[in-house]
């Protein structure tokens, strides 16, 4: 189940797949920010950063964190190459590994 403050700073800012009352459905990537950033210092960060994912570390983070991903399974649109962007916690790996917090 997802937790409505990282939910708000997460998935409504940076998640076009996100769907209100849907917050039973997490991606791994979702998942592995919570469990490493607090909600403060999460708020912090990402307070007026760009939605647009920049794909620097796209291997790190296939590697690292969607090689778990639920969504993998049944297929993954960005990473089966149908022309569509990630999740949005994507993006925010991206911020925060670009800030140096993971």
Known sequence: MKDKGYTELI???????????K???QCATYVYVRDRVPLDILAALTCGVERQSMFLDDKFIKEAICRQCDFLTDGCDYRDGLNSPPCGAYRVVEILREKGVL
């Not at 800012?13 to 009352?21: M, N």
């Open 11 to 21: 998935c409504k800012p940076f998640c076009e797949f996100y769907t209100e009352g």
């Open 23 to 25: 917050e039973s459905i």
